[in-house]
């Protein structure tokens, strides 16, 4: 299992669209809509983020990744991150590696800490993931996030602290 994370480049997204349009359609994970057309997931997935990665295998892109600041100004030095594995690569460790890279990556470009604002609770792949990987549920919104099988059921807001040494 060879994989290789990158930055992305613009011409990327032709290869991040299937991706993106797959997990967000199904209604499950995201907060975006899911009829979210192509333009505006490139704005959301490519240009808002502070840097936008892929992860390959033999040189096809199974999964992606951004970083960006949670939030500006006190709170800059809180990161967000989001990802999104193609379901035809879904349990081959491929979010934990991408999780482990941005945690790196994180620290390299300065942050502190990454806060992950709306997990659905029903994701339980992911909430089970992100606690193997340190993360702490330190919020719950009751029936945030509106589920379309499940129903309205809780979102999740996880918390790291990345330094070590403080």
Request: proline share 4%; hydrophobic share 40%; aromatic share 12%.
């Amino acid at each position: 299992m060879e994989y290789r994370i990158r930055e992305a480049t613009a011409a990327d997204f032709e290869a991040i669209w299937p991706i993106f349009q797959e997990v967000v359609s199904a209604g499950e994970t995201y907060g975006y809509e899911p009829d979210t057309g192509k333009s505006e997931a490139e704005d959301l997935w490519m240009r808002a983020p502070l840097k936008t990665f892929v992860l390959e295998k033999n040189g096809e892109i199974l999964g992606t990744y951004y970083i960006k600041p949670n939030h500006h100004g006190p709170g800059a030095h809180v990161c967000n991150c989001g990802y999104m594995v193609a379901s035809r690569a879904r349990g081959q460790g491929i979010a934990t590696f991408m999780c482990r890279h941005s945690q790196t990556l994180a620290q390299d470009l300065g942050f502190l800490a990454m806060q992950f604002n709306f997990v659905a609770s029903s994701n339980t792949a992911a909430v089970k993931l992100w606690t193997k990987l340190g993360f702490m549920t330190v919020g719950r919104l009751p029936k945030a996030f509106k589920h379309p099988v499940l129903g309205y059921v809780d979102a999740l807001v996880l918390y790291k602290w990345l330094k070590t040494d403080s």
